[in-house]
């Protein structure tokens, strides 16, 4: 693996339409539940985001928003069996095309964005247009606005969207220890250079020697997160070095916003992307949730034009509940 390097990657729409998101209304079921405050009616909708192969996925609560307070959208996601939470809000028409605000919330506070968050926000919205014709959107976080797709294919919704500008530089001495001492893990189990990227917040990519060495692990989540917030990180994503299909696996820890460990993370998976195309790989299928016993996959691809790299990055995702609270 080659040492990284600090580059940029520049924030670029794409064509590419691989990653995929499907929702089937077979699996969807409705039920009633009790109205929390007057006129405070909302439908949650709990999709499994980033599934593999029909199943697993991170179960992620979907609603438009309203006037919650901040420490009510922090409770939506415990509430529904989630570790994070997609409010909505149509924002009207923008380069053509429907346009959309969204704000993530863990137990802990909001988030400046959630990958596996967008592919269920994409999900959603693309099931609420119906018909059989493509649905694109312009999606707008509080720092930035970009592309999201979803088309059709019979029953399977698929989908994806621009991840942003990705940054890497080399990790440090001092904080790749202490990460690595949060892990509980060996200097022998690394199996190369370590990476702090961002596309919002930084985070360590730690590459181990395999597959079994990261299913190994055994994480401190307290010194774990000491060490993250010392230096600043978001957490520690963990993966074995990708085989010559780009396939590999991962584990993503961030027990500083509340989550000791990520069924999926498709954002840190975009900066993987963004690293591994600087050697030669341009497309990634990343397994996570296994540890966690909910199967998850999330594939990115990276192109390259005149204008830069082009990063796409989601997965598949089934609405499975609507509720109306």
Same mark, same amino acid.
């Given at each position: ?50 599934? &593999? ?14 006037? !919650? ?17 997609? !409010? ?57 606005? !970009? ?29 790749? &220890? ?65 085989? &010559? ?33 600087? !050697? ?46």
């Amino acid at each position: 693996m080659l040492p990284c390097r600090d580059v940029q990657l520049s924030d670029v729409d794409a064509s590419n339409t691989d990653t995929l998101a499907s929702a089937t209304a077979s699996e969807i079921e409705t039920k009633e539940a009790v109205v929390d405050r007057p006129g405070a009616m909302s439908e949650v909708v709990v999709v499994d985001a980033c599934q &593999r192969d029909g199943a697993g996925g991170s179960p992620t609560a979907v609603l438009d928003d309203a006037p !919650f307070t901040d420490e009510e959208r922090r409770r939506i996601p415990a509430e529904w069996g989630a570790s994070h939470a997609v !409010f909505l809000r149509a924002t009207g028409t923008e380069r053509r095309r429907p346009a959309h605000t969204l704000r993530f919330f863990t137990a802990q506070g909001e988030l400046p964005a959630c990958g596996h968050g967008t592919v269920a926000a994409l999900a959603v919205l693309a099931e609420r247009e119906g018909g059989d014709h493509d649905y694109r959107a312009v999606l707008r976080t509080a720092h930035r606005s !970009f592309d999201g797709r979803a088309s059709r294919n019979g029953a399977v919704l698929t989908a994806s969207f621009d991840p942003g500008p990705v940054s890497l530089r080399s990790a440090g001495g001092p904080e790749l &220890r202490a990460v690595a001492s949060g892990l509980g893990l060996t200097q022998d189990a690394v199996a190369g250079d370590a990476c702090v990227a961002s596309n919002g917040r930084p985070r360590l990519l730690l590459p181990l020697r395999s597959r079994a060495a990261l299913a190994e692990l055994t994480p401190d989540p307290a010194l774990l997160r000491a060490a993250c917030d010392r230096y600043g990180l978001l957490g520690c994503y963990a993966y074995s070095p990708p085989d &010559r299909h780009g396939r590999a696996a991962a584990r993503m820890f961030a027990p500083s916003i509340g989550v000791p460990e990520d069924i999926a993370n498709a954002n840190s998976t975009a900066c993987l992307a963004a690293y591994a195309a600087g !050697f030669g790989t341009h497309r990634l299928a990343v397994d996570m949730g296994d540890h966690l016993g909910s199967p998850s996959t999330i594939t990115a691809t990276v192109h390259r034009d005149r204008t830069g790299h082009r990063i796409r990055v989601g997965g598949q995702a089934a609405i499975v509940r609507r509720v109306t609270r």
